[in-house]
């Protein structure tokens, strides 16, 4: 399924919507998205270090909101851009649960073609839907 970018949502950030058949490959397309607009060859990142991630929210949309930034915060704090290889997504009777396991690298721009740098997820129009397919997010970013 994949995601679009969509330019007609704002005018000073970068917005996209995802769509999959499930909240865990929704969850990964939407940073597949965000990390694509940062490096325009995410392919090429090696796996040099490791994060795991596991987060808790009562909400499907606040929990993909904290998984997007908490990847946007290595970025940040620690200079990595990391792929993720895998999401769970669990939900129980205190809201959802997320494991994932990500790998990259620091960002270097003698190896890596940087693209826009994303400062923030915002909650302006973020959203989490189910659909008859599955799963959409609609996402804007800061840049």
């Excluded at 940073?31 to 995410?42: G, N, R, T």
């Excluded at 993720?84 to 990259?104: D, F, S």
Aim: aromatic fraction near 8%; charged fraction near 25%; proline fraction near 4%.
């Amino acid at each position: 399924m994949g995601y679009v970018i969509l330019e007609e949502l704002t005018r000073a950030d970068l917005a996209f919507r995802a769509e999959e058949p499930t909240l865990a490959a929704l969850f990964r397309t939407a940073w597949q998205a965000v990390l694509e607009i940062m490096l325009l060859k995410p392919a090429g990142l090696e796996a040099r270090e490791r994060r795991r991630i596991e987060l808790a929210n009562p909400a499907a949309d606040l929990l993909l909101f904290d998984f997007l930034s908490e990847l946007v915060y290595y970025k940040d704090a620690e200079g990595l851009l990391l792929a993720v290889e895998g999401v769970t997504v669990e939900q129980g009777p205190a809201g959802y649960r997320l494991k994932a396991e990500a790998a990259g690298e620091r960002a270097d721009p003698e190896r890596h073609e940087l693209g826009v740098d994303v400062k923030a997820v915002t909650l302006h129009r973020f959203a989490v839907e189910p659909t008859a397919a599955g799963w959409q997010a609609t996402v804007v970013l800061d840049v």
